[in-house]
């Protein structure tokens, strides 16, 4: 049984002010509910009976800086050692027309009322150390059965606000708890409300699904999300039929993605569409598929569909580039990898070398022994021109520009070129990255032209 828990000083405070001036207060939410499961707490939120404006006078009054963060919501934000605290008076929602907030919500007198609005029976558990954990609705054994389950009927809660059914699939993939049957019931019973859902909720869920110890739950769960992100029912039954894979495309994707130790967005973004081109690009010969320009295919898919969820410019870059990169030939030499970093930059070349690792990792166990020793060996060889620092971009030549136009080039396109010549003689060891020594050797192949040029003008 849980002993307590350990607010935050800064907490306390807003507890002290808070009962001090005659008000209750509580935290509430994921502050509760990691601190039973003992994960981190992101967010202390905090409610009370206190009125948002009397909430922002109260602590104006002590000399704090207050946010009116959102105020027709009932929430202030207190800033406490530059961090802040959410305060917000306990409510009830109104109806969600848009789906993105509640039309209007009713401040109410009691803590259990408040509780009744909140999705899941793990998140509706309030503390404080007066009272200890207020549970109504049985949260607590719920967490600890690693269950999650709405807080009143699932239907009217999904209909509600059916970015809870995404929601759902997030804390599922993020603390490894399964979703209680009549709940998961109703989230398939009303996802037709996810297509009304804005894309910034969507993809800010998707995201967090993505980067959890389970980004495999997006497609575990798609019979509960598939409005939400349609284009991927493109990988359902996709067979591949030919020696490389044992898996259609849809499995292949996923065991991709348990391959996945690196928990950052780009790259498991690119697993997830690396081959959403592929029934797309399906050619059959004498019974064997092939999948020719299937990365482009996929690049393309990929770039529309993180249009329609608003991603970043930099995101869909990057993983539009891995997608689009994901079966070139990777050579595990030296200059090739130098040539590959001057392309892609060190990230992006981090990302795709772990991209084709996780997508060798669910393909044939036959055919696949030698493809990931070169991936294994390009890493290595990475590390390697990185420590000695070795020159693979125009930027780390030992000669600029202004060397090049010393020699007598015009300043204009021909100073890139030579810059390049340079890059590309060093990058394969026909020139040490020396000043003297890439001048003289620059300067030899002008005069040969020149002698050139003039021999044409005396012809
Ligand atoms: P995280 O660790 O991701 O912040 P959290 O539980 O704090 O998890 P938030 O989105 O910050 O999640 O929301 C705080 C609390 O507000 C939730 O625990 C839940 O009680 C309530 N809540 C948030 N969104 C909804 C929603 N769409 N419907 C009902 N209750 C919600
Ligand atoms: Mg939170």
């Known amino acids: 049984m849980l002993e307590g828990i350990k607010l935050p000083e800064a907490v306390e405070s807003i507890f ?39 909430v922002c006078k109260l602590f104006r009054s002590k000399g704090f800086r207050v946010v009116e963060t959102g105020l027709q919501h009932g929430t202030v934000t207190v800033m406490v050692n530059y961090r802040g605290y959410e305060i917000t008076t306990y409510r009830t929602d109104g109806k969600y027309t848009d789906s993105r907030h509640p039309d209007s919500v009713k401040f109410v007198g009691s803590i259990y009322e408040d509780l009744a609005r909140r999705d899941f029976t793990m998140n509706a558990i309030a503390y404080n150390d007066d009272d200890g954990l207020i549970d109504p609705f049985n949260g607590l ?37 399964h979703i209680e049957n009549y709940t998961n019931i109703a989230m398939v019973q009303t996802n037709d409300g996810l297509s009304k859902i804005s894309a910034e909720r969507i993809q800010s869920e998707l995201c967090k699904i993505l980067i959890s110890d389970h980004p495999e739950y997006v497609l575990d769960y798609y019979i ?37 130790r690196i928990h950052e967005l780009e790259t498991r973004l690119a697993i997830l569409l690396h081959d959403i081109g592929k029934s797309e690009s399906k050619t059959v010969d004498k019974g064997i598929e092939h999948f020719y320009g299937h990365a482009v295919k996929s690049a393309e898919i990929t770039e529309s569909l993180l249009r329609r969820l608003r991603f970043s410019n930099e995101i869909r870059k990057s993983v539009v580039e891995l997608v689009a990169s994901h079966d070139m030939t990777i050579v595990p030499k030296p200059n090739k990898v130098k040539k590959y970093l001057n392309k892609l930059g060190e990230a992006q070349f981090r990302r795709l070398l ?15 022994k030698e493809r990931l020793w070169e991936t294994f060996k390009t890493e290595e060889i990475l590390n390697e021109v990185l420590a000695e620092e070795k020159c693979f971009s125009i930027k780390d030549l030992a000669i600029n ?22 890059l590309d003689e ?4 026909r020139l040490d990255n020396d000043k003297e020594d890439i001048l003289n050797d620059i300067d030899a192949k002008l005069y040969a032209e020149r002698e050139e040029d003039n021999d044409e003008e005396m012809s």
Not at 354 to 368: E, Q, S, T, W
Not at 426 to 429: A, K, T, Y
């Open 16 to 54: 002290y002010i808070l009962n001090k001036n005659g008000y209750e207060a509580y935290i509430v939410g994921g502050a509760v509910r990691n601190s039973i499961i003992e994960l981190p707490v992101h967010d202390w939120d905090i409610c009370t009976n206190a009125l948002p404006e009397d």
């Open 141 to 177: 054994k719920d967490i600890e059965n690693k269950i999650i389950r709405c807080v009143g009927t699932p239907v009217d809660r999904f209909t509600e606000d059916p970015l809870r059914i995404m929601r759902a699939v997030r804390f599922a993939a993020q603390l490894g708890f």
């Open 224 to 260: 509960d999300i598939s409005p939400a992100i349609p284009e991927l029912s493109k990988m359902m039954g996709c067979s591949q039929n030919n020696m490389y894979h044992i898996y259609d495309v849809w499995n292949h994707t996923r065991f991709a993605l348990t391959a996945c």
């Open 354 to 368: 772990d991209l084709r690792f996780c997508d060798i990792m669910a393909h044939n166990p036959y055919y696949a």
């Open 401 to 422: 520009g202004k060397d090049i136009m010393e020699l007598g080039v015009k300043e204009g396109p021909d100073v890139g070129k030579w810059l390049k010549y340079a």
């Open 426 to 429: 060093v990058i394969n060891d």
